[in-house]
């Protein structure tokens, strides 16, 4: 039977005092929450517990070993990876994320709700890219990628706002400078 398994800061599996004071077993080491996401995920595949995927942000993502044990024990997953992780397609064979959604035509996104906020339906454009990496028997990787359209219209607005300040500098700027030289 094993205990619950729990993260503990550095600061606490470091001080043996303060982990007796709390009754926290000897044994207890340091463990990162992906490396404890594994052990929680390990014993519930191999106790039985139906799964067929796996999600997570890119604090569990992040690493092609947890990607490739997933894909060994034939679990699919969308695990989030940071813009600067090392990908690559057939067409570009070494590309980090971002790189790779920068290169998606406009013609593949496709907006889909991600469910209701506060101001109504949350839209994003999607889009899926076809990895080259190999994967195990059955797999196929792809990179999916959302984008935010509010922050591609906030950039917009605030250059617009940007722009019509320099303009209307520009004018003043002109308008003292004739005003200026017909006085003298």
């Given at each position: 039977m094993h205990g619950p398994e729990r993260y503990l800061p550095r600061s606490w599996t470091d001080d043996p005092a303060r982990c007796r004071a709390a009754r926290v077993p000897a044994q207890v080491e340091f463990?990162?929450?992906?490396?404890?996401?594994?052990?929680?995920?390990?014993?519930?595949?191999?106790?039985?517990?139906?799964?067929?995927?796996?999600?997570?942000?890119?604090?569990?993502?992040?690493?092609?070993?947890?990607r490739r044990w997933l894909e060994d024990r034939g679990i699919s997953y969308v695990l989030a990876v940071k813009g600067t992780e090392p990908?690559?397609?057939?067409?570009?064979?070494?590309?980090?994320?971002?790189?790779?959604?920068?290169?998606?035509?406009?013609?593949?996104?496709?907006?889909?709700?991600?469910?209701?906020?506060?101001?109504?339906?949350?839209?994003d454009d999607w889009s899926r890219i076809q990895l080259a990496a190999t994967a195990a028997a059955g797999c196929t990787r792809w990179l999916l990628v959302r984008r935010w359209p509010g922050w591609y219209r906030?950039?917009?607005?605030?250059?617009?706002?940007?722009?019509?300040?320099?303009?209307?500098?520009?004018?003043?700027?002109?308008?003292?400078?004739?005003?200026?030289?017909?006085?003298?």
């Open positions: 463990r990162t929450k992906p490396q404890l996401a594994r052990v929680l995920l390990e014993r519930a595949l191999d106790a039985g517990v139906p799964a067929s995927w796996v999600t997570a942000d890119e604090v569990y993502g992040g690493d092609p070993a947890r990908l690559g397609t057939a067409i570009q064979e070494s590309a980090t994320a971002s790189q790779l959604a920068a290169s998606v035509p406009a013609e593949q996104w496709v907006a889909c709700s991600a469910g209701h906020g506060a101001k109504g339906r949350r839209l906030h950039i917009t607005l605030a250059l617009l706002a940007h722009a019509f300040l320099v303009v209307t500098r520009a004018k003043a700027t002109t308008s003292k400078g004739t005003k200026g030289d017909a006085a003298a």
